[in-house]
């Protein structure tokens, strides 16, 4: 496609990224909620939807040279699109933790809520120190089993 071409379809460079950056955000949420709607343990399928959701998006971060600046952009329109991509994971995330946990008492309710928000920031505490992808798809691993150990304890 020629540069004309594109600038038909978006305002200028920082449309063009936003938007390429929106869409690989939103292949990783689907990638994930498909992870954790596979066969297997709660363990390997928490796993596989943190090694998707996030393990996936670190290691492409952590290979591209303009990193920083991806972490730091604050484009208005990313923030938005990718604000709306995360509400919908997390929240078919907590409807996924409905089946395999469910219950509608106040303490349920209260447990899942839990278990999501370790689920949505431990992965940031993790990649705090900039950890090889080894190390922190292996603390991703440590977080899905002691998450299924508690919801298979139920």
């Given at each position: 496609m020629s540069r004309p071409a594109l600038y038909q379809y978006f305002r200028d460079k920082a449309d063009i990224f936003a938007s390429a950056f929106?869409?690989?955000?939103?292949?990783?949420?689907?990638?994930?909620?498909?992870a954790l709607a596979r066969p297997g343990t709660t363990a390997e399928r928490l796993d596989g939807f943190l090694q998707r959701y996030e393990g996936?998006?670190?290691?492409?971060?952590?290979?591209?040279?303009?990193?920083?600046?991806?972490?730091?952009?604050?484009?208005?329109?990313?923030?938005?699109?990718?604000?709306?991509?995360?509400?919908?994971?997390?929240?078919?995330?907590?409807?996924?933790?409905?089946?395999i946990a469910p219950g509608r008492s106040r303490t349920m309710t209260d447990q899942r809520a839990a278990w999501i928000e370790l689920l949505r920031f431990s992965p940031r505490g993790f990649a705090f120190d900039r950890p090889p992808i080894d190390v922190y798809r292996r603390r991703l691993s440590t977080l899905a089993r002691i998450i299924a150990a508690d919801i298979d304890s139920i």
């Open positions: 929106v869409a690989v955000f939103e292949q990783h949420a689907e990638q994930a909620m498909a996936d998006l670190w290691q492409i971060l952590a290979a591209s040279p303009h990193s920083e600046e991806i972490l730091q952009a604050k484009d208005a329109h990313i923030a938005t699109s990718i604000g709306v991509v995360v509400d919908r994971l997390w929240a078919e995330t907590e409807g996924h933790l409905k089946k």
